[in-house]
């Protein structure tokens, strides 16, 4: 039999499963009677655990949410999790000053065998490129837009700039996913006025009151939010994540020389000084520019499209490099 001490934490641990538990499962996973399982749910509602008992043939018990928050149990492997997770949004410009407050209370209370790992652990956060302009979200607005989300109600919000549309009424939108991208926020909803998808920065939303009334959800085109987002970033409709423009060549430089510059893209190995390389862009002239950007010989595999973009930036630069020599001879 365990001791009283170990058996509740044990008990505790299984109720924080987000599960109903009846009596007899708790007593069979733990080795003991339900006559004990019984005193020991009391024993934690004592300690201040909001534990719910249902009826049923064998009766059964729920943790609930309660008024304050009560000692948590972490095994050792969500205890490192939780503190890792925290040391990795310290960085962040909305929730960094609360983790790093979460962070030190949670490494007070972990044994000394826990802290020690934790504190080997340094973690260096990394930004995307073209995330150095983030601009700080404020939680009392994050927390508004994802309870509206939660409650299917239309929002309505002044917005950056263009805050109010042409007759000075603020923007509505039926919101419907909050999704983070390089450490920007945004608010994906479909815009009532324009009857579109829209993908809105949250740190240029300001709700207004009250909000409006509730709505029926709508599938975003394809059904997947990341893709979506992705999509819509990627000049597409955003029904897909894939790039509208996309190319295979082969370039004369080795794959390891290519992959480093390669982002996105499928690098394949043909040989100690060729690749062969399958990008994606916006436009076919902008795939072009961008596989000109290797300095190296390109042939290109596929499709036509790109072959006629490479000969109309050639053109392109064969003028601005005339232009360029006719200047120079003039100021001459």
């Avoid at 601005?320 to 020599?325: D, I, L, P, V």
Wanted: hydrophobic share 40%.
């Amino acid at each position: 039999m365990q001791k009283t001490s170990s058996r509740l934490l044990a008990l505790l641990s299984l109720l924080q499963a987000h599960r109903d538990w009846s009596g007899d499962d708790l007593a069979e996973r733990l080795d003991i009677t339900p006559r004990t399982v019984r005193r020991d749910i009391d024993r934690l509602r004592e300690l201040g655990y909001p534990i719910l008992a249902f009826k049923g043939p064998s009766g059964g018990y729920r943790l609930d949410a309660g008024s304050h928050l009560p000692p948590l149990l972490f095994d050792d492997g969500q205890a490192v999790a939780l503190a890792l997770a925290l040391q990795s949004a310290v960085t962040s410009g909305t929730i960094g000053e609360d983790a790093a407050r979460a962070l030190s209370t949670v490494r007070q209370v972990m044994p000394p065998r826990l802290r020690q790992r934790i504190d080997m652990v340094r973690v260096t956060a990394v930004p995307s490129p073209g995330s150095g302009d983030v601009a700080p979200v404020d939680t009392a607005v994050l927390m508004e837009l994802s309870r509206v989300v939660h409650a299917r109600e239309e929002l309505r919000f002044d917005y950056g700039h263009d805050a109010t549309d042409s007759t000075g009424r603020p923007r509505r939108a039926q919101p419907h996913h909050l999704v983070t991208r390089r450490g920007h926020w945004y608010l994906v909803a479909w815009d009532l006025d324009r009857a579109d998808w829209r993908t809105f920065r949250v740190d240029r939303v300001r709700p207004r009151t009250p909000t409006g009334p509730r709505f029926s959800p709508r599938e975003v085109p394809g059904g997947d939010v990341a893709a979506f987002v992705t999509g819509h970033f990627r000049g597409t409709d955003g029904s897909t994540a894939d790039w509208p423009c996309i190319g295979e060549v082969v370039l004369d430089l080795s794959a390891r020389a290519v992959a480093p510059f390669a982002q996105d893209a499928v690098v394949e190995e043909l040989g100690p000084d060729r690749c062969r390389l399958t990008l994606g862009s916006w436009s076919w002239t902008g795939l072009a520019a961008a596989l000109c950007r290797f300095d190296a010989d390109v042939e290109v595999v596929g499709p036509p499209q790109l072959t006629s973009a490479f000969a109309e930036l050639a053109a392109r630069c064969a003028n601005a490099a005339g232009a360029s020599e006719l200047n120079s001879t003039n100021m001459e």
